[in-house]
Each structure stands twice: as C-alpha cells, then as structure tokens.
T-cell receptor
C-alpha cells in the first residue's frame, strides 16, 4: 500500500511569488492535515481537510490556503511568499475523523524562499 | 491551549544501551492522546508509540516503552538496546480526545545520536 506522497520534494521560490504543494493521502484515507516545520517554531498545524471541507485551521495568515479534492488529494497554496515561509511542509493523512486515529506523514516538501 | 515541552534538545547513547527522552505537557483536559514520533534524516515522521490518557498501563512497542505519569503530566520515552537506526529527531505530541481529528501539538524535539 502506497504511503502519503508529497510533491514536489524540493522547491525554490522568490519573494512575492506564490506556490502550490500537493499531497496524495494513503488510499482510503479521507482526512488530510498540513503542518509547517521550521527550526525556530518547530511543528505547527496549518489546517485539516475532511471530505473536501476544512475542519480545523491553525494560526496562520490568510496567505496560506488549501483545498481537498473528491479523491482526497489535497493542495496547499501560499501566496505572496516571504522569506519566513521557508520551511518543511508536512502532510499527514488519517483513515477517518475518529478518536485518536493515527496520522501517517509524508516526507514533506522543502520550500526555500529567496 | 495545550503545550508540549521537551527539555532535552540533544541526547546521545551508546549502541545497545538504554536512553530516556523526557516530555511534559500542559492541559486542562482529562482525556487525550500522547504520541512519540521519530523523524530520521529522510524527514518522514514515523509513529513510535501512542498512549491513551484513560489507560493507566504504560504502552510498549518492542524496544520502546513509555513512562506515563498523568498527575505529573509527564510522558517519557525509553529506548532499550539502542541501535544505530534509532538515531533521529524524536517528537512528543498531544492530541485532544474528541471525535474529530484535532491537530497534533508537538514539542520542539530531541535529537538522539547513537554512538557505535
């Protein structure tokens, strides 16, 4: 069974540009969450999608947005990139929105903003 | 808001020895989940062990075990018979006990080195 797939693995963008990251969850998983990982702030929750609806949102500016498609694949978009957006972006999928369901993580997308 | 604290930024252990990683958390809730995740250089977060707060028995997974002290809000990870492949960042995480997939709240992590 394939794991969580994130594309691309690496990305370099210029300040002011926008970027779209993709996440394909494990087959059958309907919940997808996104996290930002930086050396200074650690792992911070961005948002969670379930059945194409955003269910939870972290404390990030509106430049960060996401969506989920009917096949559960998810994308996150960051507009007007800032240097501080450089980070590892991790996607996690879960089977369902049940109690304490285990989250399976992808290998992340390393975004560098120059 | 819940917080998770890992007070040891770095730890090292000799191969085949035992090491304990510390984690404390702050919450006003009585039911919740606690996790230890491992992040090797490949960057993929891997679940090592989980503990339900309503269970008094400490969770164990092969060489990995936890010491869960609910009153003290402490959740340490013990790795026995350490192997070179255990070298990684280890994150302690908290999740509320609810029917929804509430966000994981992570500590800052502990970098574990294993010395051959």
């Amino acid at each position: 069974k394939a794991g969580v797939t994130q594309t691309p693995r690496y990305l370099i963008k210029t300040r002011g540009q926008q970027v779209t990251l993709s996440c394909s969850p494990i087959s059958g998983h309907r919940s997808v969450s996104w996290y930002q990982q930086t050396p200074g702030q650690g792992l911070q929750f961005l948002f969670e999608y379930f059945s194409e609806t955003q269910r939870n949102k972290g404390n990030f500016p509106g430049r960060f947005s996401g969506r989920q498609f009917s096949n559960s694949r998810s994308e996150m978009n960051v507009s007007t990139l800032e240097l501080g957006d450089s980070a590892l972006y991790l996607c996690a999928s879960s089977l369902a929105r049940a109690f304490g369901t285990e989250a399976f993580f992808g290998q992340g997308t390393r975004l560098t903003v120059v | 808001a819940q917080t998770v604290t890992q007070s040891q930024p770095e730890m090292s252990v000799q191969e085949a020895e035992t090491v304990t990683l510390s984690c404390t958390y702050d919450t006003s809730e009585s039911d919740y989940y606690l996790f230890w995740y491992k992040q090797p250089p490949s960057r993929q977060m891997i679940l090592v062990i989980r503990q339900e707060a309503y269970k008094q028995q400490n969770a164990t997974e092969n060489r990995f075990s936890v010491n869960f002290q609910k009153a003290a809000k402490s959740f340490s990870l013990k790795i026995s018979d350490s192997q070179l492949g255990d070298a990684a960042m280890y994150f302690c995480a908290y999740r509320r006990y609810t029917s929804g997939n509430t966000p994981l709240v992570f500590g800052k992590g502990t970098r574990l080195s294993v010395i051959a």
